[in-house]
């Protein structure tokens, strides 16, 4: 179940909360209004994660994550790979199961997002 969210502060940046199970991470920007400027949300992790990403002045982007991690001793910075392939009805069905504590405007917003960007991929 995705958890409540944790604030995190970046200077320069937008405010943001992360939300998270064994499953997703759900990070969220906020623009000073709290309207939400953009989310990515990053599934079947962490063996074949992969990440949806949607910003009010981009719009979509999908990728896979390389972890960058190769060995033990080396910690490299994790980065966004191309990838096309989107399950669009897992990904739904697991939001939909795990988000249930999220609030609902945030909920409502993201399963809107999943299914326009389901709707624009095919066609």
């Given at each position: 179940?995705?958890?409540?969210?944790?604030?995190?502060?970046?200077?320069?940046?937008?405010?943001?909360?992360?939300m998270s199970d064994d499953y997703f991470d759900?990070?969220?920007?906020?623009?000073?209004?709290?309207?939400?400027?953009?989310?990515?949300?990053?599934?079947?992790?962490?063996?074949?994660?992969?990440?949806?990403?949607?910003?009010?002045?981009?719009?979509?982007?999908?990728?896979?994550?390389?972890?960058?991690?190769?060995?033990?001793?080396?910690?490299?910075t994790p980065i966004l790979l191309p990838d096309g392939?989107?399950?669009?009805?897992?990904?739904?069905?697991?939001?939909?199961?795990?988000?249930?504590?999220?609030?609902?405007?945030?909920?409502?917003?993201?399963?809107?997002?999943?299914?326009?960007?389901?709707?624009?991929?095919?066609?």
């Amino acid at each position: 179940m995705l958890t409540k969210e944790k604030k995190v502060k970046v200077r320069g940046d937008y405010r943001r909360s992360w939300m998270s199970d064994d499953y997703f991470d759900l990070i969220v920007w906020y623009e000073q209004s709290n309207a939400i400027h953009g989310f990515q949300l990053c599934y079947r992790k962490p063996a074949t994660e992969k990440a949806l990403t949607w910003l009010k002045s981009r719009g979509f982007a999908h990728g896979k994550v390389e972890s960058g991690e190769d060995g033990p001793e080396v910690n490299r910075t994790p980065i966004l790979l191309p990838d096309g392939s989107f399950p669009t009805a897992e990904v739904r069905r697991e939001f939909d199961q795990r988000s249930k504590r999220l609030p609902k405007s945030l909920r409502r917003f993201v399963l809107a997002k999943l299914k326009q960007f389901a709707t624009s991929a095919k066609g």
